[in-house]
Antibody, heavy 119, light 110 residues
Framework: QLQLQESGPGLVKPSETLSLTCTVS??????????WGWIRQPPGKGLEWIGNIYYSGSTYYNPSLKSRVTISVDTSKNQFSLRLSSVTAADTAVYYCARRAVAGYFDYWGQGTLVTVSS | QSVLTQPPSVSAAPGQKVTISCSGSSSNIGKNYVSWYQQLPGTAPKLLTYDNNKRPSGIPDRFSGSKSGTSATLGITGLQTGDEADYYC???????????FGGGTKLTVL
């Protein structure tokens, strides 16, 4: 059974960089059939797609976040990571990592991790 | 403001049927497959339907997805109290080159 687990600091200061890692177990991140993505959900609000990465390293980002986002992959560790720079309180959210089929749906999700931006 | 429009809330009695709509445009729903997600309180979203009308293994046939033109619909029959959750539609937007979610619909089973 595929499992995804987010990890990283739960508190980030304003203007700093948020960094999270998603560890994939029970399957290979190097499959050609899937992208690996990040989605976030501010408290009490809806889902917002952040971006996807393919095992080859090709990326797609939400245009509204593109200038601040970097997603990378480490196939040797079966992990992919998110970096979001210059964070503000508006970036406070539960961050989920998920697997996205190339055909276009998110079929496996991590449990999510709350990241709070505060001094 | 979400690219995909869903009603904020719907409600129905146990055992009844409910539908949740998701309205988009020719660049997203009109061109690409739609998927639906259920988010129970305090948990991660879960895939309910994909490719417009397919169900993953383990999802009961009480849940069904459909698409017509630039709109999609999630149907739930035989409502149970355990179905109380937020429901989201999602698809790729070819003009934005971005994945988009609807704003979410809160289902209350009265």
């Amino acid at each position: 059974q595929l499992q995804l687990q987010e990890s990283g600091p739960g508190l980030v200061k304003p203007s700093e960089t948020l960094s999270l890692t998603c560890t994939v177990s029970g399957g290979s991140i190097s499959s050609s059939r899937y992208y690996w993505g990040w989605i976030r959900q501010p408290p009490g609000k809806g889902l917002e797609w952040i971006g996807n990465i393919y095992y080859s390293g090709s990326t797609y980002y939400n245009p509204s976040l593109k200038s601040r986002v970097t997603i990378s992959v480490d196939t040797s560790k079966n992990q992919f990571s998110l970096r979001l720079s210059s964070v503000t309180a508006a970036d406070t959210a539960v961050y989920y990592c998920a697997r996205r089929a190339v055909a276009g749906y998110f079929d496996y999700w991590g449990q999510g991790t709350l990241v709070t931006v505060s001094s | 403001q979400s690219v995909l429009t869903q009603p904020p809330s719907v409600s129905a009695a146990p055992g009844q049927k409910v539908t949740i709509s998701c309205s988009g445009s020719s660049s997203n729903i009109g061109k690409n497959y739609v998927s639906w997600y259920q988010q129970l309180p305090g948990t991660a979203p879960k895939l309910l339907t994909y490719d417009n009308n397919k169900r993953p293994s383990g999802i009961p046939d009480r849940f069904s997805g459909s698409k017509s033109g630039t709109s999609a619909t999630l149907g739930i029959t035989g409502l149970q109290t355990g179905d109380e959750a937020d429901y989201y539609c999602g698809t790729w937007d070819s003009s934005l080159s971005a994945w988009v979610f609807g704003g979410g619909t809160k289902l209350t089973v009265l």
